[in-house]
Nanobody, 115 residues
Framework: HVQLVESGGGLVQPGGSLRLSCAAS????????MAWFRQAPGKEREGVAAVYTAYDSTYYADSVKGRFTISRDNAKNTLYLEMNRLKPEDTAVYYC?????????WGQGTQVTVS
């Protein structure tokens, strides 16, 4: 069983920065994709950024491209999301997601408020 624990959320002013972390523990099976999703009040959950482990390539939603950076530290089993130049529309609960070959794991989420 895999556990994903996010941290680093909080309240920040527009233009500010935050770094989210996602620590993974448990069975470290074959990981295909590690990603960050977010869900704002009254909106659908959306993918923000992802890293494809086999190729170490990344994906970013257009809304965050150039402002957010996804990275990982394999030695620490930790995924990061560096968020710069934050905007009020970035306010959401951010989730860490791990796509294994046969299962998808979600963290509990961390609140990011830009105001």
């Amino acid at each position: 069983h895999v556990q994903l624990v996010e941290s680093g959320g909080g309240l920040v002013q527009p233009g500010g920065s935050l770094r989210l972390s996602c620590a993974a523990s448990g069975n470290t099976g074959t990981i295909n994709v590690m990603a960050w999703f977010r869900q704002a009040p009254g909106k659908e959950r959306e993918g923000v950024a992802a890293v494809y482990t086999a190729y170490d390539s990344t994906y970013y939603a257009d809304s965050v491209k150039g402002r957010f950076t996804i990275s990982r530290d394999n030695a620490k089993n930790t995924l990061y999301l560096e968020m710069n130049r934050l905007k009020p529309e970035d306010t959401a609960v951010y989730y860490c997601v791990r796509f294994d070959s046969d299962y998808v794991y979600w963290g509990q989420g961390t609140q990011v408020t830009v105001s």
